[in-house]
Nanobody, 126 residues
Framework: QVQLVESGGGLVQAGGSLRLSCVVSGRTIRNYHMGWFRQAPGKERLFVAAISSSGHYTYYADSVKDRFTISRDSAKNTLSLQMNSLEPEDAAVYSC???????????????????WGQGTQVTVSS
């Protein structure tokens, strides 16, 4: 069984930065494409960023492009999301997810993912 545990969320002022981490256990992260999604209260879960299993390809939502950076460390079995220039609109619960290499579906589609973490809260004050 694959388990994902996020950390790094918290309260930050607008313009500030946070770094989220997602530790994967149970299987090597090399077997999965990885993604970050977020959900604000009363809203649907949205794609934020994704990275291919090799780490060669990254994908970002337009709203976070040039501000957020996704990365992975296979040696540590860890996924990260560096978030800079945070805005109040970025406040949400952020969840990491793992997509098996053989599973069909777009890397930006939440329904294509197999395993999810419990999420970490990000709050941005204006």
């Amino acid at each position: 069984q694959v388990q994902l545990v996020e950390s790094g969320g918290g309260l930050v002022q607008a313009g500030g930065s946070l770094r989220l981490s997602c530790v994967v256990s149970g299987r090597t992260i090399r077997n999965y494409h990885m993604g970050w999604f977020r959900q604000a209260p009363g809203k649907e879960r949205l794609f934020v960023a994704a990275i291919s299993s090799s780490g060669h390809y990254t994908y970002y939502a337009d709203s976070v492009k040039d501000r957020f950076t996704i990365s992975r460390d296979s040696a540590k079995n860890t996924l990260s999301l560096q978030m800079n220039s945070l805005e109040p609109e970025d406040a949400a619960v952020y969840s990491c997810a793992a997509k098996d290499l053989i599973r069909e579906g777009l890397i930006t589609d939440e329904y294509a993912y197999d395993f999810w973490g419990q999420g970490t809260q990000v709050t941005v004050s204006s």
